[in-house]
């Protein structure tokens, strides 16, 4: 009975220890081993060395923060009476001249668009934000997203471009007559539950599409005027939106046991990676005319963006590989076992673990993508980057650069540190379980 | 255990092949149609695309060919390696443009990696501020467009002041809106052979350390090694250049007219695509070193210093090794990022391989041939890059049985 009795005796001390009043209040650990002052000499003044480092880049703070709220703040001019720069030439290199973003930041926002329509780039920009906001969030990571993004990516053209002019966009009575039939009949046969969500929604968007522009009567407004950090998100988001689906073919393909696809998918990801992505962009824009028959002409953004997702499936396609490859055998093996087909496998086992896998690389590969399409730049199209370069070509304005470009790398940077912050958060949750 | 594999009676028969039915539930022959299939789209495709070229090559009245390459090419370039003049042929002037690639390449990677290393280091530092002020200077920097870092400095060097009021932080160097000037020697024979006594110092250094490391091997006592290899890498040249003559007259940068004559001169153009590249690539470099050191147990560590092993003596033999078997195939892809990011020169005008290739397109109508160029050039420099790399990487893996 000894064990009983030390749990016994254990327990009675413990007992004893709590009766109030007995208990020494808790004490404090000393000033040196605890609180602000212990911790700024572990960090900052540990050695000698650190001591001077810390001291050091104190200064070099210091100094650099006093120079940057003055130049950017203090001695800053916000406004000038149009366009009179005169002001902000003589405070040149000594206080910034942040009237050039309040003239110009609609043209870098909106470029070339109609002045009375900026509302509609506005509104796309929001669109593609909630897009955003909505496809990170992990309780809406369900097919309805496929159907979600396809609505929004189909609205986003109807505002860009506008309805009633646009030509495709059904400007036919009976086009539209057509979209209403299927819009009811789609709707009848979702509320008897025939057919999912997918398909009512599709017919909602023809419906859209037949009817939002006229009804809104938006100007048309063609691609050549579009402009800005709409363009930007445009490239981005189709081009990850077709990226996608093709890099996965594309992986799938390279671990394919077929050899002339395996080795069509291989020439494709390696000759894609080892060439930069301005000679893509070069070809798209100098070689594509010459590849398509006579009179057929593609428009320049549509071209640049061909190649952007050419680009960009190939990265990809290796970050979703590499997924593959970190999937056990044993979940290939086991779908064998089950019968499944090949199809059957890879969407309903693979994939959904694989992808797992890979999504903190994804979202870093997109950053990286997101960040490359500024270089449509050198082809000449109207992007965020281009946008901001050519507010400074009016000669009123020229030498204004660098508080032009500030302002675009903050655009640029609030984006990349959202979808950065993003994939690190997502890293720690998928990981959790691996923590111990 | 592979022995008794092979020696199983059942494992040195085949399976038996299994005759093709000619039936769709046959996986060969499914394999069989998809691969005809995807292969006969794509093969249309191209087929599709190659005829339309040629058509609308004929309609345009455009030869293809490489015959262009050896006319004169009349295009002026303002930096180059080797001689060149405009009345020089395309094929020089693209030569010339590869060169200025490899320039910006090798030097950008050597400081990327440089200051990279530093920068990984100290985000991994014991001082706070430090540390903070690494990871900063990686997040802003990543989360930029390299394009708009490059515009953004090439902009703040053209905003310099002009030759006349040239910026003069130390004695003989000056940043204007020219570029950088630095006081440079008067190359002359004895340098070159200095130069070539430096290597042969390098080398023979190199081979006593292996020396000194086989000696260590086989009788177990260290030797130092760092002062032969001091007396070879620094002692060597000096003692060459000195018994030459010992030449030295500093070319020193002088205010001209309008402009600076003498000196060593970095363009604005170079300048800023250098530093943009190596400030973009250096933040990416080190995370990597970061994640490196970091991928080595905690306990390896601990181990070396229950050994009495110092924290330099830590790091160097038993921290990097292994770090480095985490950090050089992803480095390796910097590398390559590195090299084909300076094709954004064309941006800010310095005069690469794609900057003359897309000059050379414009005046000779010869889109195909130019971009075939470019990404030739630049599929050889990428597959060079990673065989070295791959080459480097098998010689330091881990030796496992």
């Known amino acids: 009975m000894a064990p009983a009795d030390t749990t016994t005796r254990v327990q009675l001390e413990t007992a004893v220890a709590r009766v109030p009043g007995e208990a020494s209040a808790p004490r404090s650990p000393p000033m040196t081993a605890a609180g602000p002052v ?63 973003v309040t003239e110009k930041h609609r043209f870098i926002l909106f470029g070339t668009y109609p002045y009375e329509e900026h509302w509609r780039p506005a509104l796309v920009i929001l669109l593609f934000v909630a897009l955003y906001v909505v496809s990170a969030m992990r309780r809406f990571w369900r097919k309805e997203l496929v159907t979600v993004w396809a609505g929004a990516l189909t609205l986003i053209g109807i505002l860009m471009w506008g309805g009633n002019t646009a030509p495709g966009l059904l400007p036919q009575p009976w086009e539209q007559l057509l979209a209403l039939a299927l819009l009811l009949g789609a709707g009848f046969a979702y509320v008897r539950g025939w057919i999912g969500m997918l398909w009512p929604t599709a017919a909602l968007v023809y419906a859209l599409l037949a009817w939002v522009g006229p009804v809104l009567d938006m100007p048309y407004v063609p691609q050549e005027r579009w402009g800005g950090l709409p363009i930007t998100l445009i490239l981005a988001t189709f081009g990850l939106a077709f990226a996608f689906p093709l890099s996965i073919l594309v992986a799938l393909g390279r671990r394919s046991s077929l050899p002339a696809i395996k080795t069509l998918c291989v020439l494709y990801v390696e000759l894609i990676r080892g060439v930069p992505l301005i000679s893509l962009l070069f070809m798209a824009s100098v070689m594509f005319p010459l590849f398509l028959p006579e009179g057929m002409n593609i428009d320049k953004l549509l071209r640049a963006q061909i190649a952007i997702i050419l680009f960009a499936g190939a990265y990809l396609a290796e970050v979703v590989r590499g997924g593959l490859q970190a999937l056990p055998k044993g979940q290939y093996e086991a779908a064998d076992a089950l019968g499944l087909t090949y199809w059957q496998k890879t969407g309903l086992i693979v994939l959904p673990q694989a992808l797992r896998l890979v999504i903190p690389p994804l979202v870093n590969t997109f950053i990286g993508f997101f960040k490359d399409t500024s270089l449509v730049l050198i082809i000449g199209i109207f992007d965020l980057l281009t946008a901001g370069k050519t507010a ?45 | 255990m592979s022995d008794a594999t092979t020696d199983d009676p059942r494992h040195l028969r085949a399976p038996p092949r299994r005759p093709i039915r000619l039936s769709w539930s046959d996986e060969r022959v499914r394999g069989l149609v998809w691969q005809v299939l995807v292969v006969g789209v794509v093969v249309a495709i191209v087929w599709w695309l190659v005829r339309n070229t ?34 020089d042929t395309y094929a020089r002037a693209l030569l010339v443009g590869v060169l200025n690639t490899l320039k910006v390449s090798v030097i950008g990677i050597v400081l990327a990696t440089i200051i990279g290393t530093a920068i ?14 690494a990871s900063v200077y990686v997040e802003v920097i990543r989360d930029l467009p390299l394009l708009l870092q490059l515009l953004f400095w090439y902009t703040i060097l053209q905003g310099l002041p002009g030759p006349r009021q040239a910026l003069n932080p130390v004695d003989g160097v000056y940043l204007s809106n020219r570029g950088l000037k630095l006081p440079w020697i008067e190359w002359q024979g004895a340098h070159t052979a200095a130069l070539l006594a430096l290597l042969a110092g390098v080398a023979g250094a190199w081979l006593y350390a292996r020396w000194a490391r086989a000696r260590q091997m086989a009788d177990g006592r260290p030797r130092r090694v760092w ?39 970095v363009s604005p153009e170079f300048f800023a695509l250098l530093v943009g590249l190596v400030t973009y690539t250096a933040a990416f470099i080190a995370e990597i070193v970061r994640a490196g050191i970091l991928a080595v147990n905690q306990g390896q560590w601990e181990a070396a210093q229950a050994l009495g092993l110092r924290h330099g003596q830590v790091l160097r033999l038993i921290v990097l090794p292994q770090a480095l078997r985490v950090i050089v195939p992803p480095m390796t892809s910097q590398y390559l990022n590195l090299t084909k990011n300076s094709s954004l020169a064309v941006a800010i005008g310095y005069q690469d391989i794609v900057s003359i290739a897309n000059t050379t397109l414009n005046q000779t109508g010869q889109a195909i041939e130019g971009i075939a160029i470019i990404m030739a050039v630049y599929l050889t420099i990428s597959l060079s890059i990673s065989a070295f790399m791959n080459w480097y990487n098998a010689r330091i893996a881990l030796v496992e049985r």
């Open chain 1, 38 to 100: 212990a911790w700024l000499r572990a960090n900052l003044f540990s050695s000698w060395l650190s001591t001077a480092v810390t001291l050091l880049l104190i200064y070099l703070i210091a100094r650099f923060t006093i120079g940057f709220v003055e130049w950017a703040f203090v001695n800053a001019i916000w406004e000038v009476p149009n366009n009179q720069t005169q002001a902000c030439r003589e405070l040149k290199g000594i206080g910034a001249c942040w009237a050039v």
């Open chain 1, 392 to 436: 400074i070509v009016e000669p009123a304005w020229q030498g204004f650069g660098v508080e032009v470009y500030v302002f675009v790398g903050v655009i640029y940077f609030m984006f990349c540190f959202a979808m950065s912050r993003y994939s690190q958060n997502l890293e720690a949750e998928l990981n959790r379980h691996r923590r111990r």
């Open chain 2, 54 to 87: 040629a058509h609308n090559l004929e309609v345009r009245r455009i030869a293809t060919g490489f015959g262009f390459l050896g006319r004169e090419a009349g295009l002026p370039i303002g930096e180059h390696v080797i001689d060149y003049s405009p009345t």
């Open chain 2, 120 to 133: 990984g280091i100290a985000r991994l530092s014991r001082n706070w501020l430090l540390a903070r002020l």
């Open chain 2, 227 to 265: 002062p032969a290899a001091v007396l070879l890498v620094v002692g060597l040249p000096l003692a060459v250049w000195a018994a030459m003559g010992a030449p030295w007259t500093v070319d020193r940068p002088v205010l001209r007219g309008f402009n600076f004559t003498g000196g060593l001169t």
